[in-house]
């Protein structure tokens, strides 16, 4: 029976091994999705601020051309000035500068404040794109990571399979057929060790007459109160 006790154990390892590896499978690219929408996420808030400084360079430069634009209407209304011959032309003129200047000033305002706005938006942006390049190592590192373990992970179901068919043919027919019900109701675990007489599967106290056969390993035992198979570890009871 040790040697049952032993495939068994053996089995379990394997089936937990797949078991992993199939949770890995599922969770694996929904991992990498997460990865991918938080880099975009982070992207996206770059190129906004790459956007909106191009948009305020643009409008600047607009201004400026606006500005340029009124100072030669000015410059050319003040030359007009002293061509006028009555005082009626003299006062429409100088209210026609006046307008001028004022419209001038109202854009020289408008750029001081767009310096203001492009020197913020400079700083936003720099930050995000010191941010970002130093992220962008850690994604890819990760992103890498999980690419490769997705690759592996076919292969690697492969030969856990192998290796479980390979013992199974070894295992009593009822034996595999107990361990395959136990499994299919105790969440994939059906095989468990005891420690210092507590089963391992559920945590509850074994009887003594219980875990003393258990220790001599001569039939198989299960759980009282779980009913997964119990087994004794010597390198986890020792002292």
């Known amino acids: 029976m040790k040697e049952q006790i032993a495939l068994l154990i053996d089995l379990q390892k394997i089936d937990q091994h797949i078991r992993t590896l199939n949770h890995k499978k599922q969770t694996l690219p929904e991992k990498a999705g997460e990865l991918d929408q938080d880099?975009?996420?982070?992207?996206?808030?770059?190129?906004?601020?790459?956007?909106?400084?191009?948009?305020?360079?643009?409008?600047?430069?607009?201004?400026?051309?606006?500005?340029?634009?009124?100072?030669?209407?000015?410059?050319?209304?003040?030359?007009?000035?002293?061509?006028?011959?009555?005082?009626k032309e003299y006062q429409a003129m100088l209210a026609e500068i006046e307008t001028l200047e004022k419209g001038n000033g109202r854009i020289e305002e408008e750029i001081l404040v767009l310096y203001d706005r492009i020197d913020e938006k400079k700083g936003s942006l720099k930050n995000h794109e010191k941010d970002f390049?130093?992220?962008?190592?850690?994604?890819?590192?990760?992103?890498?990571?999980i690419d490769e373990e997705l690759a592996s992970i076919d292969g690697e179901l492969a030969d856990q399979k192998k290796k479980f068919e390979a013992l199974v043919p070894g295992l009593k027919p009822d034996v595999?057929?107990?361990?395959e019900m136990i499994k299919g109701r105790r969440n994939g675990v059906a095989v468990v060790s005891a420690r210092n007489a507590v089963c391992c599967g559920c945590n509850m106290n074994l009887p003594p007459q219980l875990y003393n056969e258990l220790q001599r390993s001569e039939e198989l035992i299960y759980c009282p109160n779980c009913n997964r198979i119990i087994y004794w570890d010597e390198d986890v009871n020792v002292g």
């Open 176 to 179: 595999r057929r107990r361990y």
């Open 39 to 87: 880099f975009q996420t982070r992207k996206d808030r770059m190129e906004d601020d790459r956007r909106g400084l191009e948009g305020l360079n643009a409008l600047h430069k607009e201004k400026e051309s606006e500005l340029k634009q009124g100072q030669e209407k000015l410059r050319k209304a003040k030359a007009r000035l002293l061509e006028v011959k009555t005082n």
């Open 133 to 145: 390049e130093q992220y962008r190592g850690g994604y890819e590192a990760e992103r890498k990571k």
